[in-house]
């Protein structure tokens, strides 16, 4: 089955700078991956996402980036303010597969310091 | 609040007994999966239902686990004879199929076996 590894487990940046987070999936199948923040106590909640047709997606001050070849992906927050403070999973599924479901990350808790 | 709800929240059981939690997906999505997560993880499949059919299982549900989907609609995951090693967050995620492969997330139940 498909395994997703994440990089940084925990990341610190101070207010105003960049935060980027990276993962590797292994299945080449795979062609959805969605990244999801999850404050503490609340439920996942999608940010962004991006299909294997695409290299390159962004939405405001986040984007996330595809390298199929590579089979890794990364997620890049600018301009971090302390609300973006959570932890964030990345995730692959394949759609050639019946169920597509989601295999996550182990997360990275990213703390913004005002 | 249209989203996915689950219920309860919160569980607290004793070793070896039974317990139910109950998923209700967003209106009209059709498919539902069920994860698990725990404490520093992220979450991982556990089954999947199209409609009321029960489609894919991962080996994590053991035979203790059981889930249903009766009319499509709502769904229910059982443990029986709880264990320590059940402790987790149980989520719930429901699909629209075939617009997008956006997976929303429920609350979660959060249950500790004693």
């Known amino acids: 089955g498909e395994n997703v590894e994440q990089h940084p487990s925990t990341l610190s940046v101070q207010e105003g700078d960049s935060a980027v987070i990276k993962c590797t999936y292994s299945?080449?199948?795979?062609?959805?991956f969605p990244w999801y923040k999850q404050e503490l106590g609340k439920r996942p909640q999608l940010i962004i996402d991006?299909?294997?047709?695409?290299g390159e997606k962004k939405d405001q001050r986040i984007a996330v980036t595809l390298n199929k070849t590579a089979k890794h992906f990364s997620l890049h927050i600018t301009e971090t303010q302390p609300e973006d403070s959570a932890v964030y999973f990345c995730?692959?599924?394949?759609?050639?597969?019946?169920?597509?479901?989601?295999?996550f990350g182990t997360g990275t808790r990213l703390t913004v310091i005002p | 609040d249209t989203g996915v709800s689950q219920d309860p929240r919160h569980k607290i059981t004793k070793r070896g007994q039974n317990v139910t939690f109950r998923c209700d997906p967003i209106?009209?999505?059709?498919?539902l999966y069920w994860y698990r997560q725990t404490l520093g993880q992220g979450p991982e499949f556990l089954t999947y239902?199209?409609?009321?059919?029960?489609?894919?299982k991962s080996r994590l549900l053991s035979d203790r686990f059981s889930a249903e989907r009766p009319k499509g609609s709502f769904s229910t995951l059982e443990i029986q004879r709880t264990e320590q090693g059940d402790s987790a967050m149980y989520l719930c995620?429901?699909?629209?199929?075939?617009?997008?492969?956006?997976?929303?997330f429920g609350p979660g139940t959060r249950l500790l076996v004693l």
């Open positions: 995730a692959a599924s394949s759609s050639w597969t019946g169920a597509n479901n989601l295999f």
């Open positions: 299945d080449s199948a795979s062609n959805y």
């Open positions: 991006i299909r294997s047709n695409v």
């Open positions: 209106s009209e999505h059709n498919r």
């Open positions: 239902f199209q409609n009321e059919a029960q489609l894919e």
């Open positions: 995620a429901s699909v629209e199929s075939g617009i997008e492969e956006t997976q929303y």
